[in-house]
């Protein structure tokens, strides 16, 4: 084994193969090696732990998303609580369920409602319209 100088790159020193020196310099690098191949299993194990905690906040966000949407298209309008948030009369409702440009769901009585998701759309096709 050859060590040689940084600056001039002159041999500094020689240690012949299974002397004393070489032993222990193998023996160091064995222990650097094992040292670096812990820290990098402890950095891709913190790794994935993060990974995992950012994954089940983020199904968690998604669960109260789907359950905030579930709830909105669960609640039910009728037709004047739908005219009053929208700013038109009762009659304009009818009027545009006549000529086809909104199609509400029906209750077990046969009456038209509508769910927030509904109303929401309306609102944005009623706003778009006003120009």
């Given amino acids: 084994m050859v060590f040689y100088d940084k600056k001039g790159g002159e041999v500094t020193a020689v240690y012949p193969a299974g002397s004393e020196p070489h032993q222990r310099f193998w023996m160091v690098m064995d222990i650097l090696n094992e040292a670096t191949r812990k820290r990098v299993d402890r950095i891709l194990t913190e790794r994935e732990q993060k990974n ?5 906040q983020i199904e968690e966000c998604d669960r ?21 948030v929208l700013g038109v ?4 409702l009818y009027y545009w369920m006549k000529k086809g440009l909104i199609k509400p769901k029906r209750d077990y009585r046969g009456y038209p409602v509508f769910t927030v998701l509904d109303i929401e759309s309306m ?3 009623k706003n778009r319209i006003k120009i």
């Fill in 123 to 125: 609102m944005k096709w």
């Fill in 52 to 56: 995992q905690t950012i994954d089940t």
């Fill in 89 to 92: 009369h009762r009659q304009t």
């Fill in 64 to 84: 109260k998303v789907f359950r905030k949407a579930a709830t909105r298209s669960a609640k039910r309008y009728n037709m004047t609580q739908t005219a009053r």
